[in-house]
């Protein structure tokens, strides 16, 4: 009987694995399967491709600081202004300006 | 210079910028910028745009540092306000992403400690075709894979960057790949 990858079918193994060994599935998949083998080395490859592709760095064109410095409006960052202090102590005010225009007017 | 002490000033640059230190801003800008255009460059495949992406990136970042916690690393946030600006104004110009071929062949190889004189050609041949086949992705696709495999960053971060789950992230990912794998096949990788 033909042996047969147990990840990906029994078309792609090849003799050379003894199927009755008790190798791991995954290290079977590796080292046994010629056409598991294939999707390894492109695995690697890609990697290799993908690791050359990140080691690559563009340099910026210009200045962006200098940018940002000349962009209108850009001036400071967006301070989160504390909403409800702000609310209560305009409130006080109107309150106590509105009490002294009445005291004042007995 | 010591790892250690770069991560040390680079804080106190950022406590500076947070306090409104505009100087203290300029300087980040100008250690990040390459990354910042390099990634940009890679999610829009033009260079003109990238430029703009960048720009308008780093802007944001000054607009937005004041709600800047420190929960990831700056560079980490900056990614992401990359990531997103790339997807809003390529989205704006609704242009189509092309990729001038002779640009991907002036890159210089990489120079690694890992490079090998024997797989130096081979390595090289595939950057150029992950560069053409990487061009041809979608713009979605393109971010993913793009974060991901080039860039490094995990599912949660991809996720974080473009405002989706981690499982919409994986998805995503898996499906830009296979996409890939296709392209690449059809350019004989």
Partial sequence: ?106 | MDPDRVQARERLLVERARAGDQEAFAELVRSHQDDMYTLAFRLTADRDLAADVAQEAMIRAWRGIGGFRGDASFSTWLYRITANTAWTLRARRRRRAWLPLELAERVPAPQTPESHPETAGDTEDLRRRLVTALARLPAGARQVVVLKDVEGMSHVEIAAALGITTTAAKVRLHRARLRLRRLLEEGGT
Avoid: N, W
């Fill in chain 1, 1 to 106: 009987m033909k042996p047969t990858c147990r990840l990906c079918g029994p078309l792609a193994m090849v003799a050379a694995l003894d199927d009755r060994s008790p190798v791991a599935p995954v290290a079977r998949h590796v080292s046994g399967c010629l056409r598991c083998q294939a999707e390894v080395a492109r695995g690697r490859a890609l990697r290799r491709g993908f690791a050359a592709l990140g080691a690559v760095r563009y340099t910026a064109p210009r200045d962006f600081a200098a940018g940002i410095e000349r962009s209108s409006g850009v001036t400071a960052p967006r301070r989160r202004v504390p909403v409800v202090p702000v609310v209560v102590v305009a409130a006080s005010v109107v309150v106590a300006l509105s009490l002294r225009r009445r005291l004042a007017a007995g």
